[in-house]
């Protein structure tokens, strides 16, 4: 059974930073993409950013390229996500998720593991 558990969520204001980071235990952390998806108040979960495995391919949704970076570490089981230049409109639950391959993905769907999720709201 894997657990994830995702921390540094919170309340920021416009053009703010935060550190998102997700640890995961019960699997071989280092055998699986990871991902970072949020959800906001009546929007259905998007993807937000992915790893490789290996952590040499990253992938990001348009809305946040530039402003946040996905990075993991495979010794402490922890992925994490940086988010500088926030906006309101980056508010959401953000959850992190395992993926079923090496490789990471867009869709929710090739995620088998998903944590319970933490708020950010940045305030304008």
Avoid at 58 to 74: P, Q
Wanted: glycine share 12%; with cysteine.
């Amino acid at each position: 059974q894997v657990q994830l558990v995702e921390s540094g969520g919170g309340l920021v204001q416009a053009g703010g930073s935060l550190r998102l980071s997700c640890a995961a235990s019960g699997r071989t952390f280092s055998w699986y993409a990871m991902g970072w998806f949020r959800q906001a108040p009546g929007k259905e979960r998007e993807f937000v950013a992915s790893i490789s495995r290996s952590g040499d391919i990253t992938n990001y949704a348009d809305s946040v390229k530039g402003r946040c970076t996905i990075s993991r570490d495979n010794a402490k089981n922890t992925v994490a996500l940086q988010m500088n230049s926030l906006k309101p409109e980056d508010t959401a639950v953000y959850y992190c998720a395992v993926g079923s391959g090496a490789y990471g993905s867009r869709w929710s769907q090739t995620y088998n593991y998903w944590g319970q999720g933490t708020q950010v709201t940045v305030s304008s």
